[in-house]
């Protein structure tokens, strides 16, 4: 039996499980089986909690999309890996943790136990760390999606990310566009597709399909690129607040040359065992 904790940040749902004693052993098949959530236990990501390899981070998490591919970064689940390692024992409330993610490493603090704030490092928006192929670095980049002229912007949060405001857009095109864009071949490893809507300086509108798992209700990461994308053209003030469709994140940024810090809330659902055999 794998035993394993549901959680969700903001209706972004995770499966985590404890691999600090036991090393993570589960393949693409059974990532998949577990994913199903019609007849395993369903989730978006699929989080790993490990020992660092990092002698300077306290633990290290990894992540696997529904379709069993690995993900370098997801914000939402972040906090979830916080919140349950507090549960645990492991992370005081008010401490300020690094934690190992697949991209690197980020630091965590729990403002209590159901909120946490994480450094989600600086934006990368060099064309070669997207990855995207591009000759020279811009704002906006002009590509063909499905017979669409889409302006984006492009962006790594340690995950890629394609950002599109919506109100220039038809109603509906997001839905067509979403998954073409997750897969477009300019970005080379898929990308995470935003759809943002600037309610005003402050305030943001956010819907995100995500390469590997689809159209989710929250993106952590998704919501840090948003705010990057649009504060780099200064569209946006250093503090702004993402409405999801699962809630709310709160992204605060002050610029190039300084790390991006996401705040939101992490929640448990229930614990279980899955007969993995």
């Keep these: 039996m794998l035993r ?10 995770f499966v985590v499980l404890d691999c600090r004693a036991t090393p993570f052993a589960l393949d693409v ?93 600086a934006p990368a928006f060099a064309p ?45 095109a997001a839905e067509r566009l979403g998954p073409a864009l997750s897969t477009h071949p300019r970005f080379t490893e898929g990308a995470n597709a935003g759809f943002v809507r600037r309610i005003d300086r402050t305030h943001l509108a956010l819907r995100v399909h995500e390469r590997g798992a689809g159209w989710t209700l929250a993106c952590g990461t998704g919501a840090c690129a948003a705010m990057a994308v649009l504060r780099r053209r200064g569209a946006v003030d250093e503090s702004v607040q993402v409405d999801l469709p699962g809630g709310s994140l709160h992204i605060d940024w002050q610029g190039p040359g300084h790390t991006l810090w996401m705040t939101g809330p992490a929640a448990f659902v229930f614990e279980g065992q899955w007969l993995t055999d």
């Design 4 to 13: 394993f904790s549901k959680m969700h940040g903001l209706g972004n749902d």
């Design 29 to 121: 098949a059974h990532i998949r089986a577990l994913a199903d959530r019609r007849t395993g236990v369903g989730f978006d990501q699929l989080l790993s909690v490990e020992p660092a390899r990092d002698p300077g981070c306290a633990f290290y998490y990894g992540i696997w999309n529904t379709d069993g591919s690995p993900s370098g970064q997801c914000g939402n689940g972040v906090r979830c890996v916080a919140a349950w390692l507090h549960r645990a024992g492991a992370l005081a409330l008010g401490e300020a943790v690094r934690l190992e993610s697949p991209s690197g490493p980020v630091t965590v603090r729990l403002l209590d136990a159901h909120k946490v704030t994480v450094d989600m490092g």
């Design 128 to 172: 070669t760390r997207v990855p995207f192929v591009a000759e020279v670095e811009a704002d906006r980049y002009v590509i063909e999606v499905d017979g669409t002229a889409l302006a984006i912007g492009a962006v790594s949060m340690g995950n890629p990310h394609a950002v599109v405001m919506v109100d220039e857009l038809p109603n509906g």
